[in-house]
């Protein structure tokens, strides 16, 4: 009789699911068995200023990237000076530094010279503020939630500069990977039977070396198919980063999703005729979605393809 260990979520497991401590936030529907109505739509008041506070702080953050990714790539400093018109170097005031809206207030343009503002800045906001309540939403008030919404924040960070640049800058990478670590040794102690610290760092490193490692592989492949370099050094730090932070199960399965979609992403653009066949793409987003897709869903996912092909009678 063998026995399949993955289906059990408690031990030896790489990356924690289960919340720390009751979630009396959580949608309310979940939260009073008392019954009770007033209670019911208290807690349900609450639930939704949560949900809406969660969405705003994402924002803000979001509205921070908006400079790392612009920045960062060029060796700026990301705190000075305070944000500005490319163009006309007018300084953006209190109203018009206020993520997603505003944008909206300016109709997405330079309140002073009138040229346009990109539309990704609201669009890093509001993909920020969803993603922070994607992850509140699933792991609720806990330790887990403020490491994701780090990881998300380094993820969607590396996507933008990735697409920008066509490269992941090492100080992202290397600081995400030391972040990831940090992560798993202090989620580590948080739970009894939870495995212990050094073990944490240990699937935290074994995460970060397997996921270079089969960057690697994949990478050999793909240049034996398509006669060329098919991913860079970038992408090989970047699965090192999600093996840090998801543990070496996850983190497969992340680059698993990760290749799907960069397969077909790169099929349609070549389809649709918007990227030549030769042209590289950037592997970066497509790695990025894959792994923020296992850090929320990825649990169910392989439980779900255990029960699927390892059926216990
Ligand atoms: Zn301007």
Not at 113 to 134: D, H, K, N, Q, T
Not at 239 to 257: D, P, S, V, Y
């Amino acid at each position: 009789m063998v026995r399949i260990s993955i289906a059990n979520p408690g031990k030896g497991n790489s990356s924690p699911r289960e919340n720390p401590g009751s979630l009396p936030l959580k949608w309310g529907r979940h939260g009073s068995e008392s019954g009770e109505k007033t209670n019911l739509s208290a807690d349900r008041l609450l639930a939704l200023s949560a949900i809406g506070l969660v969405f705003i702080f994402g924002a803000a953050i979001g509205s921070f990237l908006n400079v790392v990714i612009y920045r960062l790539p060029a060796g700026r400093s990301l705190l000075w000076p305070p944000s500005s018109c490319p163009r006309c170097s007018h300084r953006l005031g209190a109203r018009e530094n206020v993520p997603v809206l505003g944008w909206l207030w300016l109709r997405g343009r330079c309140a002073h010279c009138r040229s346009r503002i990109s539309m990704r800045y609201p669009l890093v906001e509001a993909a920020m503020g969803l993603l922070f309540w994607l992850v509140f939403a699933t792991y609720g008030w806990s330790p887990t939630t403020w490491g994701y919404w780090i990881f998300f924040s380094w993820l969607l960070a590396l996507s933008a500069i990735d697409v920008d640049t066509k490269t992941l800058p090492n100080s992202l990478t290397q600081s995400g990977l030391v972040l990831g670590a940090i992560f798993q040794v202090a989620l580590a102690g948080e739970v009894d039977g939870e495995p212990t610290r050094i073990e944490a760092l240990m699937v935290s490193i074994v995460g970060a070396v397997i996921g270079i490692w089969v960057l690697d592989i994949i990478s050999l492949v793909g240049s034996v198919i398509l006669r060329q370099t098919a991913m860079g050094e970038g992408d090989a730090k970047l699965m090192a980063m999600m093996g840090a932070w998801l543990g070496w199960k996850l983190m497969l399965l992340a680059g698993f999703i990760g290749c799907a979609i960069g397969a077909f992403a790169g099929g349609g653009a070549i389809a649709m005729g918007w990227l030549g066949r030769r042209q590289p793409m950037p592997f970066g987003p497509s790695l990025a979605l894959g792994a923020g897709i296992a850090a929320i869903w990825g649990e169910s996912i392989l439980s779900a393809y255990v029960k699927l092909f390892f059926p216990v009678a």
